[in-house]
């Protein structure tokens, strides 16, 4: 039998409200999706005046994070033609971003879900989407 740690609800919540404060800071409107570790949705957030086109990007960045273990922008580095992973972000029907802005969210060592974040420059989504993890990570010590 395996033992699966996961994100509850009022988790997904305490991501939202630290990504969404950053936004703020930031002076921007971003959508931001928290997702299991199966990369299934349990809670999204589109602010007032944010790219429609982002509601989705944000899904697909916090289910890329959580269910490959690694942040976006790792496979943004790497995936350039020539590289073996090259390709990788047409795969699962082009479902898997390498933008960055999503984040897997890890509790004690293991994958619980991810997160991410989509509207404004990948540096601002990922800042979001890390302040997110730093609100969570704040709020269940």
Known sequence: ML?????????????ICGAREQAVKLGISVCIAVVDESGSL???ERM????????IIAQDKAFTAATSRKATH?????CVPGSLVFGIHTELGGRFSIV???????VNGDVVGGIG?????????????????????????
């Open 100 to 106: 960055g802005g999503g984040v897997p969210v890890l």
């Open 48 to 55: 007032d005046g944010s790219k429609v086109i982002s509601s």
């Open 117 to 141: 974040v989509s509207a404004g420059t990948p540096e601002q989504d990922m800042a979001c989407a890390q302040a997110g993890i730093d609100h969570l990570m704040k709020s269940t010590l």
């Open 3 to 15: 033992n699966i740690n996961r994100l509850e609800l009022s988790e997904a919540r305490l991501l």
């Open 74 to 78: 790792e496979y943004n580095k790497t």
């Open 42 to 44: 349990i809670a999204f």
